[in-house]
Structure formats: structure tokens, C-alpha cells
């Protein structure tokens, strides 16, 4: 697992606020299939319930104090390799991307220090956010984090095709 949420650490209120923003991701994710039979509208509404969990939970998020006008002072999160999906990965595929081995995701822009194809930016990417209180949980995972997506594959695989690990393009 390269690249999922962290929910660890989290205390009192802020545990709980996250902790209904993950159910209510589940469940956006399990009947995404109800956005309609055509794929496209599927993975759109995917991409949009990724997008909203993290308007809600970026508030309570250690990237909360790290992110400015340009982007996170580190970016750590994004020196791996992002999970993908077989749909995921040809589009990724069709992008132009870094080549060299600085560590970061050759999307990664080394200059702005942020995605640099954020719009799109697969699922695992848009539901990372490093929710304890500690640097170290921008880059690993504990074990609820990776229950939360263990839980959330069987289902994305339904609309985004079977998981593919990190991506290796
Ligand atoms: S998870 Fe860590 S490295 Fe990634 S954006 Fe948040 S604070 Fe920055
Ligand atoms: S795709 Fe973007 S957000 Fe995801 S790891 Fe790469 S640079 Fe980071």
C-alpha cells in the first residue's frame, strides 16, 4: 500500500467528525452505482464523493497546518508511488511524466512542491489526508487506515476496474 488516508491519532471531536466523514464515504462509495448505468457518471460521482470527504476532513488534518498559497511546505505524501486502478493507471499512462528517481510520484511537481495533475488525481490520491498529530503519518499508514481502504477496494474495483498497487508507469 503506497498511498491511502490516515486516520490515526485522531481524538474527541476530531475523531468523531472524521469518523462520520469515512462512513459516509463508504457508503457514497458503495451505492455509487446508483449515479447510473453509464461508467462515466460512476467514476464522476466517485471522484466528486473523494472530493467532498476531503473539504470535510482537511479541516481537521495535520495537512491543515502544512498547506499554504504553495502547497504543502513537504509534500511527503506524494514521495511514493499513488494507488491506482487498471482505469486509473491508462489514464496516468496517457500523461506525460517525470522520469529520473527523486523518490516523489513522477507527477509530482518538484518546483511547486503539489500534484501536478491534480484534477486528475486518482481516488487514493483525493482521500489522503494525514489526520494524527505527527509528520510521521504523512507517509505511514497505520492499521485503520489500511482496513478504511481494504474496505472501500471491492467496490471501487466495481467502477474503476481491478486495483493495481502503486503506480509504476
Ligand atoms: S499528508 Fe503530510 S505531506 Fe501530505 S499534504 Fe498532508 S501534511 Fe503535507
Ligand atoms: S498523483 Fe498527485 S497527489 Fe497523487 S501521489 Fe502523485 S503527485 Fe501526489
Not at 455509487?32 to 448505468?37: D, I, K, N, V, Y
Not at 504543502?72 to 506524494?78: A, K, Q
Not at 489526508?129 to 503519518?137: E, I, R, T, V
Given at each position: 500500500m503506497s498511498r491511502i488516508i490516515s486516520i490515526a491519532g485522531a481524538a474527541g471531536d476530531r475523531d468523531e467528525a472524521v469518523a462520520r466523514e469515512v462512513e459516509k464515504l463508504k457508503r457514497r462509495v458503495i451505492w455509487?452505482?446508483?449515479?447510473?448505468?453509464d461508467s462515466w457518471r460512476q467514476i464522476s460521482f466517485l471522484y466528486r464523493a473523494a472530493d467532498r470527504f476531503g473539504s470535510r476532513v482537511f479541516g481537521h488534518s495535520f495537512c491543515r497546518g502544512e498547506i499554504g498559497d504553495k502547497g504543502?511546505?513537504?509534500?511527503?505524501?506524494?514521495r511514493c508511488r499513488p494507488d491506482v486502478f487498471a482505469y486509473e493507471q491508462k489514464v496516468l499512462d496517457l500523461l506525460p511524466k517525470r522520469q529520473g528517481a527523486?523518490?516523489?510520484?513522477?507527477?509530482?511537481?518538484?518546483?511547486?512542491?503539489?500534484?501536478?495533475?491534480y484534477g486528475v488525481r486518482p481516488f487514493g490520491c483525493r482521500i489522503y489526508?494525514?489526520?494524527?498529530?505527527?509528520?510521521?503519518?504523512c507517509c505511514n499508514p497505520n492499521d485503520t487506515t489500511l482496513q478504511l481502504f481494504d474496505n472501500l477496494k471491492p467496490h471501487l474495483e466495481r467502477i474503476l476496474g481491478a486495483y493495481q498497487g502503486g503506480y509504476g508507469g
Open positions: 455509487s452505482e446508483r449515479a447510473g448505468g504543502c511546505s513537504t509534500g511527503s505524501c506524494c527523486s523518490g516523489y510520484c513522477p507527477f509530482f511537481n518538484l518546483v511547486r512542491k503539489n500534484c501536478g495533475i489526508f494525514n489526520l494524527a498529530s505527527s509528520a510521521y503519518y
